[in-house]
């Protein structure tokens, strides 16, 4: 089944030779660039275009056309290329489309040199651009990949060039464009027409797997002043949570073909803003007898962009769909910010650099004709700004439109503590796909919270960490006044004291223990906690309470030992029994439920061979049910030495406080973590957890 791909996602490869055929409303020039595992270029020998049609591995068209056939040979390329990313531009000259937005979204599909289609992507969200980066095949352990890019450039090729680390990018676009506007054919075989009419899907109702495109959100491309662009947000070469004219000869009719009949422009989308009948994806042609009756359509609305809708995006299950928009949402704040700081930046060097050429001369440092020089240069600054802060703004708007209309359709697992959906729960049957961990947001919009989501069981341990670091120190006034406004009283005027912090870290444990259990069919998962000192009851009550916890822990060095004697012997089992087959075999009293463990306090109560156990359970636990939750203040743990260094790396690290600590490789954000607490007061967790355990009771 073809996958239809959204700005961001991935789709594995099962084979290595392909073809990329492209379909666009007009001409455009294709090419590849052949990057390494950074997404840098070596030098112009690394770009396959119009002048330079064959690269080892690749072959691109040498014309603009409104259609393409790209052929790659994935086996056949150097070691050292680990991305091949796909270019669209629109030729210069006397062609009436200067910009993707002025047009039908293009549209990219990875098929077989038998023309079976792979993957499907439609670069919708296109304005001012008149370049873009479609698609990129990259390799990642060993395997090939295509992941949905869309990164578009407002200053052309140049600027796309640039951005990928091409020091001749100015020169090598010349070149491109001098070899498109002298024509140097070599005709490509333009696939055969889809029928009119025909509609890719229905629209009417649910979409069918993998079927559906991300809706209104905001568009990823580089700034809207060219200057700016040319310096690139970054963010096309991110990794993976949530990854577009001159009129030409048709080359058909250069060969003595006969030209092919135009690809039908289709049904309007309405979930797609400025989409104004996008072509249908290249392919070859259903047989008339195979194709089905177009379905009915829904039509858009006359102007603005489209309402967002819950769930609009491609996966199995509602749920898949919802985390895989969720994830979009994210990508698409981290490359508005990218590249709303990137025209600041560019725009504050441009500024620095005016003002010393004002300054470079003596005779002008002084007078009038400095002080204009300087006042020009200072509007020029405010300008470019505000433009780069209308364009952040504007996307801004369509996330936060969207963020309402997500959250409250996000299911239990997927949803904050004060979401209504908590009020009609029911004991799942089955596991989610994903578990919210808190919320992440960057300074530039603070009212905007992303979910955020980690795909269950979980691979890595978490580590709350109750130090001092994890205190809100010196942010912004608006970051501290929303911080205390989530945690109602929990922070004061100053950052929390070190008791605070723990109570604060211990609570968090207990809400993730809590989402953990509820998400989970009853009985599939259970928590075990490890309190040495004995300090956590007050924080554990919830869980004990309402019987999701048997017991207090018991404390001291022997409740330490029960507890990862128990936890050990149990992996030991499962894997020998997932080793050998023999699941049958395990012990009756063995409890087969997920099991997470709450480590408090950590290193308090711990000798060498707990501390032994308590690594191994963190890294061989999670392959077979068993989950770690440290508790800890890494400070205190230094008289360990480094031996300790190996856990902390493999645990994923939160706070109890929001803090600006998880950097995403992608863009290079630093994004605010906020924990999630059920608001103060509220009774939420007691009554869910409550139905869990009577459900569990219930035969």
Do not use: C
């Amino acid at each position: 089944m073809t996958a239809e791909l959204v700005r961001g996602q991935n789709h594995p490869l099962d084979r290595t030779r392909v073809e990329i055929r492209v379909a666009a409303d007009g001409p455009v020039v294709a090419g590849v660039t052949l990057g390494d595992a950074q997404g840098r270029l070596s030098g112009v020998e690394a770009v396959a275009h119009p002048g330079a049609p064959r690269r080892t591995g690749i072959e691109v068209p040498r014309q603009a056309a409104a259609e393409h056939r790209i052929a790659v040979d994935l086996d056949a390329l150097p070691e050292a290329v680990h991305r091949v990313s796909v270019l669209l531009a629109l030729p210069s000259g006397t062609g009436a489309l200067t910009t993707f937005g002025a047009a039908a979204a293009p549209a990219v599909a990875v098929t077989g040199l038998d023309g079976t289609a792979l993957a499907r992507y439609t670069l919708t969200g296109l304005d001012a651009e008149s370049a873009v980066v479609a698609v990129e095949l990259y390799r990642r352990q060993g395997a090939w990949k295509v992941r949905a890019v869309g990164q578009g450039y407002a200053g052309g090729l140049p600027a796309m060039l640039h951005d990928q680390g091409l020091p001749q990018a100015a020169e090598l676009a010349a070149e491109i464009e001098q070899a498109v506007g002298l024509g140097q054919a070599r005709a490509v075989p333009a696939p055969a027409p889809v029928a009119a009419g025909r509609s890719e899907r229905p629209v009417t109702g649910p979409p069918a797997p993998p079927a559906g495109d991300r809706p209104s959100t905001a568009p990823r491309t580089a700034s809207d002043d060219p200057a700016a662009s040319a310096h690139g947000t970054g963010a096309a070469h991110g990794t993976g949570p949530t990854a577009e004219p001159t009129a030409a000869a048709d080359p058909a009719a250069e060969s003595g073909a006969a030209s092919p009949a135009p690809v039908a422009a289709g049904p309007v989308d309405y979930r797609h803003p400025r989409r104004r009948g996008t072509p249908a994806p290249p392919g070859p042609a259903p047989s008339p007898a195979a194709t089905p009756s177009a379905p009915a359509t829904v039509p858009a609305a006359a102007d603005g962009p489209a309402q967002p809708v819950a769930g609009d995006a491609a996966g199995w299950s509602m749920d898949e769909r919802l985390y895989n928009q969720v994830w979009g949402m994210f990508e698409d704040l981290a490359r508005s910010v990218a590249a709303y700081r990137s025209a600041a930046g560019f725009a504050a060097s441009r500024l620095e650099q005016e003002l010393d050429e004002a300054l470079a001369d003596p005779r002008n440092r002084l007078g009038t004709a400095a002080d204009a020089a300087r006042a020009t240069a200072r509007d020029r600054h405010a300008t470019l700004v505000t433009r780069a802060r209308a364009a952040l703004d504007r996307d801004l708007g369509q996330l936060v439109a969207e963020s309402q209309v997500v959250e409250p359709a996000l299911p239990p697992a997927f949803a904050r503590w004060d979401n209504p959906v908590w009020h009609g729960y029911q004991p799942p049957q089955e596991r989610p796909m994903a578990l919210r961990l808190g919320d992440l947001h960057l300074p530039e919009v603070l009212d905007l919270r992303i979910p955020m989501l980690v795909r269950l069981p979980l691979e890595r341990g978490l580590w709350i960490d109750s130090g001092p670091g994890s205190a809100v120190h010196g942010g912004p006034d608006p970051e501290r006044e929303v911080a205390r406004r989530e945690l109602g009283s929990a922070l004061t005027d100053g950052p929390p004291d070190e008791a605070e912090l723990r109570r604060l870290a211990m609570e968090t444990a207990v809400a993730i223990a809590a989402r953990l259990l509820a998400v989970h069919p009853p009985g599939d998962f259970a928590v075990q906690v490890i309190d040495p000192a004995g300090t956590a009851a007050p924080a554990l009550a919830p869980l004990v309470e309402s019987g999701a916890l048997p017991a207090l822990p018991v404390p001291g060095a022997q409740g330490v030992a029960s507890v990862l004697e128990g936890l050990t012997r149990r992996v030991d089992l499962v894997q020998m029994a997932v080793r050998h087959r023999a699941a049958d075999s395990l012990p009756p009293d063995l409890d087969t439920a997920e099991q997470l463990l709450i480590v408090h306090d950590f290193p308090h109560g711990f000798d060498d061979r707990a501390l032994t156990r308590l690594r191994y359970l963190a890294d061989e636990g999670p392959a077979v049910g068993v989950h770690l939750l440290m508790v800890a203040d890494r400070a205190r743990t230094r008289e360990y030495g480094p031996v300790l260094d190996p856990l902390w790396r493999s645990l994923l690290r939160i706070t109890p406080v929001p803090d600006a600590h998880l950097a995403d490789p992608w863009v290079g954000h630093a994004w605010t973590y906020e924990p999630p607490l059920a608001p103060e007061g509220s009774q939420v967790v007691r009554q869910v957890l409550g139905q869990l355990v009577a459900a569990r009771r219930t035969p």
